[in-house]
């Protein structure tokens, strides 16, 4: 075995589609490591002094797809780092690149059912004042169609944690629990 394989993940990478929990979970995760966490929307956000609804409006998406693969090989560099992308991060094909050719980073898949994303989006726009609008969301019938389409890249991430009928909490202990079982086995 080379040695890099026994040496712990220096990363936790979050994906999923929109209502996957990545920032709630990934924040949670973080904390508990006492890793910083880097939510790739709000690095954006934060960089440009604009929301993303605003970005896709004055840049349009394909703008806002090159500011989210520079926010992410930025991200990468970070040691002992948790992050949470964007639901659409997955679909560049050097994104999917930059995050399976390293060997310390985890990719970790929220699941869930689609039924379940989309209520749990409306659920946070109807009780979070300052939710952010999701652009993609508007259309009902496209977001189906990016969610079938991102699907088997969501699905190609080292773990996969199924989120349906658990809470926030509850997905973070099954993440933590994972992670002591993996720092376990490799010492
Ligand atoms: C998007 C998801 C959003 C954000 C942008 C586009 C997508 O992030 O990056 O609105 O294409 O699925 P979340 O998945 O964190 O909501």
């Known amino acids: 075995m080379q040695a890099f394989c026994r040496e712990l993940p220096r990363r936790l ?13 990934g924040l949670q995760v973080a904390e508990a ?16 002094g604009a929301s993303i609804a605003s970005l896709f409006d004055t ?42 050719e ?8 929220l699941e869930a059912p689609l039924e379940l994303l989309f209520s749990r989006c409306e659920q946070q726009s109807l009780s979070q004042a300052g939710a952010a609008h999701r652009p993609v969301l508007d259309d009902r019938t496209s977001a189906t169609e990016r969610f ?3 699907k088997p890249f969501y699905q190609t991430a080292g773990w996969r944690i199924d989120t349906s009928g658990r809470s926030a909490s509850e997905v973070t202990a099954a993440i933590l629990e994972r992670w002591e079982q993996l720092i376990a086995d490799r010492a």
């Open 13 to 25: 990478v979050f994906t999923g589609f929109m209502g996957a929990g990545k920032s709630t979970v």
């Open 148 to 150: 079938l389409r991102r």
């Open 102 to 109: 390293d060997p310390a980073t985890i990719l970790v898949y």
């Open 59 to 100: 840049l349009g998406e394909p703008a806002f797809r090159e500011l989210e693969s520079a926010a992410l090989a930025s991200a990468l560099r970070r040691d002992n780092a948790v992050l949470a992308l964007g639901g659409g991060a997955l679909e560049s094909q050097s994104n999917r690149a930059l995050l399976s």
């Open 33 to 48: 490591l006492g890793w910083p966490f880097i939510d790739l929307d709000e690095e954006i956000v934060l960089a440009q």
